[in-house]
């Protein structure tokens, strides 16, 4: 970004000039019955482990104390931290409407060594038992109060499920039986069965989904739930489980089964699924089945706590799917519609080379792509994550034009915890994907000026994309390239939204085209700047010290 920007909004956070939050905390308060939409989302995607510890009791369970390399161990983030961020506003500052994070089920006791170092189940990705939570993570009671308090604010829950693998095997945790779990040969990618019937890495064993033949439970897991004095409730769930869906007893009915079960006992609004393509499409279309029916049981049973009546939401991650496939995932012998398994949005790979592109090409791209190859559908657009290790702005040299591109692109954003306030992704003496995982950077937060100013950015634009859907799921187009000013309209039978957006404009004095979205003497304001103006002429006339001005409709 632009030195003479940096300075106008560092200057802006020290003085409390024109401050975003007054703002959009009144413009909120003056909507607060904006829909939601998926498809336009501002979702936030955290490690639960790494974003905030709210509890320090919980931090060492099970003996997990080796040491191990950097960020490859519990670090003490919990659901207790993500509840008092929630209920301190930052969330809601930021215009956040859904947040995901990192799965919180009972990892695997023990440790692997990985080659990078000795690696313990911090991500959460490495289950040994999906009944329960990990006590690293919180209780079951903590996770009722998040997704009360989440509701309480507007927000959206999504839980993080895996269906395709459990955790490694060690000393601690034995393989689930050959009945249960392939334990070779590792994947290649190459077709539809090398990437399906196989690990995706060494002792990762992979769950036979394709499996439709009655198994017991693994004796190690039916013994856990003895000694912690819920065996007899467990297998009456079960038994009654599948006495109503008459599925037969195979490994990956027990998994839909425990997954589901967060939903109808927690209120969880949606799924953010693990490893998608690595487990025959038609399985997922089960697992939506079943969590739709808890979460249509739960709704039913809690009215007062119902956010909109909504469907239950699946968002999938195929790994290196992207939107310039279209509906399609090729596996280089086989095609997948996973769009037609139970998925109304899956996780954009393609969005970090899109954007660097121009901001006219990748808006009007999307926008094309969106309304037409997927329409009805979605893309979650990221530019950064856990696992990406090329994410767009490695070196965070770019964060306005990340903010920019990444909040203002057609589709939902997912904003990875720290995209908002520059946390290094690159650590020194860490290793791999240990580099995109550091604990959040509230200090930089309170004590660099520079973070603060980019924070503020990233909370006018999540703001105003909260409040206006039409960012996300409305029609893109251009009014003019000098200034460069776009147009974002959504027209549907409950709401009528449009906005105006211009972006690379001159400071100081600026005259902003608005095509035929505000007639002459309607009454905008500016969102970014918080000044109000009546347009005159097709123009909107202002004088800023900023180089972006985001219009919308004055609430009367």
Not at 44 to 67: I, K, M, P, Q, W
Not at 219 to 243: D, I
Not at 265 to 283: L, M, P, Q, Y
């Amino acid at each position: 970004m632009h030195k003479g920007l940096l300075a106008i909004l560092l200057l802006t956070v020290l003085t409390g000039c024109d401050s975003p939050n007054r703002n959009n905390k009144q413009s909120m308060k003056k909507n607060p019955s904006t829909p939601f939409l998926w498809e336009a989302a501002n979702m936030y995607f955290l490690l639960t482990d790494r974003f905030n510890n709210g509890d320090t009791s919980n931090d060492v369970n099970f003996e997990r104390n080796r040491e191990t390399k950097p960020l490859r161990t519990f670090m003490g983030g919990d659901i207790k931290g993500i509840i008092q961020k929630i209920e301190e506003g930052y969330f809601d500052d930021l215009g956040v409407n859904a947040i995901w994070f990192t799965p919180v089920v009972e990892q695997i006791h023990d440790g692997v060594d990985e080659g990078a170092g000795f690696t313990y189940g911090y991500h959460g990705y490495w289950a040994k038992d999906w009944t329960v939570l990990d006590p690293n993570f919180g209780t079951s009671d903590d996770l009722h109060k998040l997704v009360e308090t989440a509701h309480a604010h507007g927000i959206r829950i999504v839980f993080d499920v895996v269906m395709n693998h459990t955790g490694p095997v060690t000393e601690k945790d034995p393989v689930w039986g050959e009945d249960w779990v392939r334990t070779g040969p590792m994947c290649t990618y190459d077709n539809f069965e090398n990437t399906t019937s196989c690990t995706l890495v060494a002792n990762l064993p992979d769950i036979l989904t394709e499996s439709n033949e009655n198994v017991e439970l693994p004796s190690f897991l039916t013994e856990k739930w003895k000694s912690e004095n819920r065996y007899e409730k467990e297998m009456q769930e079960l038994e009654a489980f599948f006495e109503r869906t008459g599925y037969p007893r195979a490994p990956r009915f027990y998994i839909i089964k425990w997954l589901s079960d967060y939903v109808s006992e927690f209120g969880i609004d949606a799924f953010r699924v693990d490893t998608v393509k690595h487990t025959e499409s038609e399985i997922w279309q089960e697992l939506y089945d079943e969590a739709s029916l808890a979460f249509e049981n739960w709704k039913k049973t809690h009215p007062e706590r119902v956010l909109a009546d909504i469907p239950f939401f699946m968002v999938g991650e195929v790994y290196n799917y992207g939107i310039n496939g279209g509906r399609m995932f090729d596996y280089g012998d086989k095609k997948v519609d996973f769009y037609e398994h139970g998925f109304k949005s899956l996780i954009n790979f393609d969005m970090k080379y899109d954007s660097q592109k121009d901001y006219e090409s990748l808006f009007s791209k999307y926008d094309s792509l969106l309304h037409n190859e997927l329409k009805g559908k979605s893309v979650l657009n990221y530019l950064s994550s856990h696992d990406d290790g090329s994410p767009f702005d490695q070196h965070r040299e770019r964060a306005y034009e990340a903010a920019n591109k990444l909040l203002l692109t057609p589709g939902a954003s997912q904003i990875y915890y720290g995209d908002e306030t520059n946390r290094p992704l690159i650590i020194p003496g860490a290793e791999g994907d240990a580099n995109l995982r550091s604990y959040m950077n509230w200090e930089d937060l309170q004590n660099n000026d520079s973070v603060k100013a980019i924070h503020e950015h990233w909370k006018k634009l999540g703001t105003f994309r909260k409040q206006h859907p039409a960012i996300g799921a409305g029609f893109h187009k251009k009014i003019s390239d000098n200034p460069y000013v776009f147009s974002r309209i959504l027209e549907t039978d409950k709401l009528t939204d449009k906005v105006v957006v211009g972006l690379d404009l001159m400071q100081g004095a600026k005259s902003i085209p608005v095509g035929d979205i505000f007639p002459d003497g309607s009454k905008v304001t500016d969102h970014y700047s918080g000044m109000a103006i009546t347009i005159k002429d097709g123009k909107a006339k202002l004088e800023s010290p900023f180089r972006i001005v985001l219009l919308e409709k004055t609430e009367e």
